[in-house]
């Protein structure tokens, strides 16, 4: 599972499209074979002088389903989408201006997911205290229930193991 730069780092390529160091770079871990584009940076470019920090930049991003069906509010800092073109790639769900935000795909015997925002931070109380002094964190608490329930659906496609029994699928 790539979850933000992690999905950057596993495609075949990548573009930066808003106050980006490097417009186009190479993936370095090649499972994902397409274009992977964001506004972000990663690396040590992140953050840049006179550009504004991880706390700066979070939003409560809220994503659909492919029948459109919301799947809640997600911690977004500034992660890509997928352009998804080979029929084994499969789009999770969607950001609401309709770019895909996960993908999976198959990869040798197994399948990889890739996120544009991070399905693992689920706000709760049990949240980082940082998260819980974001001025998004209140928004993003109250779609904790959905951030599970897709958290554990995509540990469940992507074969990694949970402590609790996992839901059938989205």
């Not at 994902?32 to 409560?60: D, K």
């Not at 599970?148 to 193991?161: D, K, Q």
Request: hydrophobic residues 30%; aromatic residues 8%; contains cysteine.
């Amino acid at each position: 599972m790539g979850i933000c730069a992690g999905a950057i780092v596993a495609s075949t390529q990548f573009r930066f499209t808003k106050n980006a160091p490097s417009p186009l770079g190479q993936g370095w871990l090649n499972l994902y074979e397409e274009m992977t584009s964001g506004p972000g940076c990663i690396g040590e470019n992140y953050p840049l002088a006179g550009r504004p920090t991880w706390q700066e930049t979070v939003r409560a991003c809220e994503l659909k389903d492919q029948n459109k069906t919301s799947l809640g509010k997600f911690f977004w800092d500034l992660g890509p989408h997928f352009n998804p073109k080979h029929p084994k790639q499969t789009v999770v769900a969607n950001y609401l201006e309709g770019q895909p935000a996960i993908v999976s795909t198959q990869y040798g015997c197994g399948s990889v997911v890739l996120s544009g925002v991070h399905p693992e931070i689920v706000c709760g109380s049990s949240c980082h205290p940082e998260i819980q002094q974001l001025p998004v964190f209140e928004e993003l608490s109250k779609s904790r229930k959905q951030q599970e329930t897709v958290f554990t659906s995509l540990c469940t496609h992507a074969r990694l193991p949970l402590k609790d029994s996992p839901p059938e699928s989205l």
